[in-house]
């Protein structure tokens, strides 16, 4: 079974209260299972326009990583992410070969 990630690219507007998303969203990664591959590292973009930071997250199908997106835990941490942040998100299935 294919593995399901998290593509969000986020610019942030206030870091310090962007922190408070970041504390809580580790309840839901935590439930589902999630592990960060990338987390805001320096990135080159070499075409096209893309946001500041990048974070992929890896679980282990497509369905756990769309229950954790629709849980009461993430969307509460969601709620202190809207509000600091722009992004875009997509949830992908991966790739098996």
Known sequence: MPKGYWVAHVDVHDMDRY???IA?????????GAQFLIRGGAQDVVEGEIRSRTVVLEFKDLATAKACYASVAYQDAKALRDPVSNGDLAIVEGYTG
């Open 19 to 21: 922190k408070d998303y």
């Open 24 to 32: 809580a969203n580790g309840v839901a990664f935590a439930e589902y």
